[in-house]
């Protein structure tokens, strides 16, 4: 784990990036909460699919089409 200030990762960009591909690295700033820079890898993104059903999701949330949880003990009478 590396911690810099941003002047240093602005004059350093490539070196830092180059380093996240084996370690985390903070990026402190002042007055604000540091930036982690880490590599992502494709689990790390949703899938057109997924992207879409959460948005069908919201949709049908705002539409009203959403079912009452009347039991706890019993969700799948509620909903089926």
Same mark, same amino acid.
């Given at each position: ?8 990762f602005r004059a350093n960009q490539k ?7 084996? &370690?985390?690295?903070?990026?402190? *700033? ?5 930036? #982690?820079?880490?590599?992502? /890898? ?16 919201? &949709?049908?949330?705002?539409?009203? *089409? ?5 039991? #706890?003990?019993?969700?799948? /009478?509620?909903?089926?």
């Amino acid at each position: 784990m590396q911690i810099i200030t941003t002047r240093e990762f602005r004059a350093n960009q490539k070196k830092y990036f180059d380093l996240a591909e084996t &370690e985390t690295v903070f990026v402190a *700033r002042k007055n604000a909460r540091p930036i #982690i820079i880490s590599v992502a /890898d494709e689990n790390d993104f949703l899938s057109k699919a997924e992207l879409k059903a959460i948005q069908q999701g919201l &949709e049908d949330i705002r539409n009203g *089409r959403t079912v009452k949880v009347k039991d #706890i003990n019993n969700i799948w /009478d509620s909903i089926l």
